[in-house]
Protein backbone atom coordinates (compact mmCIF):
# COMPACT_ATOMS: atom_id res chain seq x y z
CA UNK A 1 0.00 0.00 0.00
CA UNK A 2 1.58 3.62 -0.47
CA UNK A 3 0.44 4.86 2.48
CA UNK A 4 3.38 2.53 3.98
CA UNK A 5 5.69 4.33 1.89
CA UNK A 6 4.45 7.80 2.40
CA UNK A 7 4.93 6.95 6.37
CA UNK A 8 7.96 5.36 5.62
CA UNK A 9 9.26 9.07 3.59
CA UNK A 10 8.00 10.96 6.67
CA UNK A 11 9.91 8.98 8.81
CA UNK A 12 12.73 9.34 7.26
CA UNK A 13 12.24 13.05 6.99
CA UNK A 14 12.50 13.60 10.48
CA UNK A 15 14.29 10.90 12.06
CA UNK A 16 17.67 13.27 11.08
CA UNK A 17 16.19 16.48 12.57
CA UNK A 18 16.95 17.88 16.14
CA UNK A 19 13.14 19.08 16.52
CA UNK A 20 10.12 17.27 17.50
CA UNK A 21 10.55 14.10 15.07
CA UNK A 22 6.39 14.96 14.01
CA UNK A 23 5.68 15.36 10.23
CA UNK A 24 2.56 15.49 7.83
CA UNK A 25 1.82 14.93 3.96
CA UNK A 26 -1.16 15.95 2.15
CA UNK A 27 -1.76 13.70 -0.83
CA UNK A 28 -4.18 13.52 -3.78
CA UNK A 29 -4.89 11.09 -6.19
CA UNK A 30 -1.90 9.29 -4.66
CA UNK A 31 0.16 11.94 -5.39
CA UNK A 32 2.16 13.86 -2.54
CA UNK A 33 1.49 17.73 -2.51
CA UNK A 34 3.23 18.73 0.56
CA UNK A 35 5.17 17.29 3.30
CA UNK A 36 5.94 19.54 6.19
CA UNK A 37 7.61 19.28 9.59
CA UNK A 38 6.75 20.86 13.39
CA UNK A 39 8.32 23.78 13.74
CA UNK A 40 8.54 23.73 17.59
CA UNK A 41 9.34 28.04 17.41
CA UNK A 42 5.97 28.48 16.92
CA UNK A 43 3.14 26.89 19.28
CA UNK A 44 0.93 26.72 16.74
CA UNK A 45 3.30 25.83 13.44
CA UNK A 46 2.01 22.07 14.21
CA UNK A 47 3.02 19.83 10.80
CA UNK A 48 -0.60 18.96 10.00
CA UNK A 49 -1.47 22.82 9.81
CA UNK A 50 1.57 23.75 7.93
CA UNK A 51 0.65 20.62 5.30
CA UNK A 52 -2.65 22.10 5.20
CA UNK A 53 -1.84 25.45 4.30
CA UNK A 54 1.26 24.59 1.50
CA UNK A 55 -1.58 22.17 0.15
CA UNK A 56 -4.10 24.86 -0.29
CA UNK A 57 -1.92 27.36 -1.63
CA UNK A 58 -0.28 25.29 -3.74
CA UNK A 59 -3.75 23.80 -4.85
CA UNK A 60 -5.78 27.18 -4.64
CA UNK A 61 -8.36 26.51 -2.52
CA UNK A 62 -9.28 25.75 1.05
CA UNK A 63 -11.43 23.00 0.43
CA UNK A 64 -8.79 19.88 0.63
CA UNK A 65 -12.13 16.99 -0.75
CA UNK A 66 -10.17 14.46 -2.04
CA UNK A 67 -7.29 14.93 -0.10
CA UNK A 68 -5.49 12.26 2.75
CA UNK A 69 -3.36 13.27 4.78
CA UNK A 70 -0.87 10.89 6.76
CA UNK A 71 1.30 11.85 9.87
CA UNK A 72 3.48 10.23 12.49
CA UNK A 73 1.13 11.31 14.84
CA UNK A 74 -2.21 11.00 15.88
CA UNK A 75 -3.23 14.98 15.25
CA UNK A 76 -4.21 17.02 18.56
CA UNK A 77 -7.57 19.18 18.82
CA UNK A 78 -6.15 22.03 16.72
CA UNK A 79 -4.59 19.93 14.14
CA UNK A 80 -7.94 17.55 13.89
CA UNK A 81 -10.05 20.87 13.70
CA UNK A 82 -8.31 21.58 10.63
CA UNK A 83 -8.23 18.62 9.06
CA UNK A 84 -12.22 18.65 9.74
CA UNK A 85 -12.49 22.11 8.44
CA UNK A 86 -10.20 21.87 5.35
CA UNK A 87 -12.16 18.69 4.31
CA UNK A 88 -9.75 16.38 4.11
CA UNK A 89 -11.15 12.78 3.52
CA UNK A 90 -8.63 10.43 5.49
CA UNK A 91 -6.18 10.43 7.55
CA UNK A 92 -3.62 8.05 8.45
CA UNK A 93 -1.40 8.40 11.51
CA UNK A 94 1.44 6.53 13.11
CA UNK A 95 1.80 6.63 16.81
CA UNK A 96 -1.43 7.53 18.63
CA UNK A 97 -1.54 10.39 21.54
CA UNK A 98 -3.33 9.19 24.58
CA UNK A 99 -3.00 12.28 26.30
CA UNK A 100 -4.16 14.81 23.34
CA UNK A 101 -4.83 12.43 20.44
CA UNK A 102 -8.05 14.14 18.58
CA UNK A 103 -8.60 11.49 15.90
CA UNK A 104 -9.27 9.03 18.20
CA UNK A 105 -7.54 7.93 21.16
CA UNK A 106 -8.77 10.72 23.67
CA UNK A 107 -11.33 12.70 21.44
CA UNK A 108 -13.10 11.88 18.29
CA UNK A 109 -13.12 15.09 15.86
CA UNK A 110 -13.19 13.16 12.89
CA UNK A 111 -16.89 11.79 13.71
CA UNK A 112 -17.68 14.45 15.78
CA UNK A 113 -22.14 14.67 15.12
CA UNK A 114 -21.63 18.35 15.77
CA UNK A 115 -19.21 18.96 12.57
CA UNK A 116 -20.80 19.10 9.45
CA UNK A 117 -17.73 17.04 7.70
CA UNK A 118 -16.56 13.38 9.08
CA UNK A 119 -12.96 12.37 8.29
CA UNK A 120 -11.90 8.39 7.80
CA UNK A 121 -9.54 7.85 9.76
CA UNK A 122 -6.58 4.62 10.04
CA UNK A 123 -4.62 4.66 13.03
CA UNK A 124 -1.71 2.80 13.77
CA UNK A 125 0.47 3.06 10.32
CA UNK A 126 4.28 1.94 11.07
CA UNK A 127 3.22 2.43 14.97
CA UNK A 128 6.03 1.31 16.80
CA UNK A 129 8.64 3.17 14.78
CA UNK A 130 7.16 6.47 14.72
CA UNK A 131 6.94 5.77 18.86
CA UNK A 132 10.50 4.60 18.85
CA UNK A 133 10.99 8.20 16.57
CA UNK A 134 9.34 10.42 19.56
CA UNK A 135 10.83 8.19 22.51
CA UNK A 136 14.00 8.80 21.40
CA UNK A 137 13.90 12.43 20.75
CA UNK A 138 11.97 13.30 23.97
CA UNK A 139 14.48 10.92 26.14
CA UNK A 140 17.54 12.84 24.39
CA UNK A 141 15.85 16.48 25.47
CA UNK A 142 15.61 14.90 29.22
CA UNK A 143 19.31 14.00 29.57
Known sequence: MYIYNVMKKLIDYVSSMEDIPIAAAVLR???????????SKNAIFH???????DAASKLSTKDLRGCEMVVTKEP???CMSAIVLSKIDR???????F????AES??????????NHKVEVIG?????ECKALLKSFFEKRRI
Open 91 to 97: LYFGARD
Open 47 to 53: AEILAIL
Open 76 to 78: CPM
Open 29 to 39: DGEIISIQKND
Open 124 to 128: GICEE
Open 99 to 102: KMGA
Open 106 to 115: CFKLSQDPNL
